[in-house]
Nanobody
Framework: QEQVVESGGGLVQPGGSLRLSCVTS?????TTWYRQAPGKQRELVAA???????NTADSVKGRFTISRGSAKNTVYLQMNSLKPEDTAVYYC???????????WGQGTQVTVSS
């Protein structure tokens, strides 16, 4: 069974930084990070393709960066200049190949508060 595990969440003050990791049990083709805050719809945060093309939501552009690790089963989400409105559960989804099934992790909580 394929597995996706997120880590790196936590409590941080406004203006702080966190780096989320997404580690899978398979070689990643493409990855998308989503987040969902209480009472709000899930939203796309950032995505990266097998070719390294990235897409970042306007709400986090210039502050968040998605990147691949040196290992083929790892992707990161670097989050800088965090704001209280970034508070949410962050989910990683990953595909083994283009158009394939997206596997989801359990999520990691990010709380931005003073």
């Amino acid at each position: 069974q394929e597995q996706v595990v997120e880590s790196g969440g936590g409590l941080v003050q406004p203006g702080g930084s966190l780096r989320l990791s997404c580690v899978t049990s398979f070689s990643i083709d493409s990855t998308t990070w989503y987040r969902q805050a209480p009472g709000k719809q899930r939203e796309l945060v950032a995505a990266i393709t097998s070719g390294g093309v990235t897409n970042t939501a306007d709400s986090v552009k210039g502050r968040f960066t998605i990147s691949r690790g040196s290992a083929k089963n790892t992707v990161y989400l670097q989050m800088n200049s965090l704001k209280p409105e970034d508070t949410a559960v962050y989910y990683c989804t990953a595909r083994r190949y283009t158009g394939g099934l997206a596997y989801w992790g359990q999520g990691t909580q990010v709380t931005v508060s003073s």
